[in-house]
Nanobody, 116 residues
Framework: QVQFAESGGGMVESGGSLRLTCAAN????????MAWYRQAPGKQRELVAS???????SYVDSVKGRFTISRDKTRNWMYLQMNSLKPEDTAVYYC??????????WGQGTQVTVSS
């Protein structure tokens, strides 16, 4: 099984920045389209940003222009740079491949809390 480990979350004020990191125990980050998801209290998990094998990114409208997804294939790591954070960005953030959301376990996630 693939094991995902998310880190970099924390508590920031509105307008602040955080950089999330995703690590995996095998080559999935190098060989699959990858994505960041988030789940806010009482809400369903949603896809926030994804990056294809040729590093083409896409974002949900609510984070466009503020978040940047990237990956380091040499380290098998993925990142989410989050700028201009808003209270509505508060959630637990997870990384996963859209191809494996039902076949591989989710990591613990990393909590992001944005205060107004």
């Amino acid at each position: 099984q693939v094991q995902f480990a998310e880190s970099g979350g924390g508590m920031v004020e509105s307008g602040g920045s955080l950089r999330l990191t995703c690590a995996a125990n095998d080559g999935i980050i190098r060989f699959y389209t990858m994505a960041w998801y988030r789940q806010a209290p009482g809400k369903q998990r949603e896809l926030v940003a994804s990056i294809t094998l040729d590093n083409s990114p896409s974002y949900v409208d609510s984070v466009k222009g503020r978040f940047t997804i990237s990956r380091d294939k040499t380290r098998n790591w993925m990142y989410l740079q989050m700028n201009s954070l808003k209270p509505e960005d508060t959630a637990v953030y997870y990384c996963q491949s859209p191809s494996t959301t039902t076949t591989q376990p989710w990591g613990q996630g990393t909590q992001v809390t944005v205060s107004s």
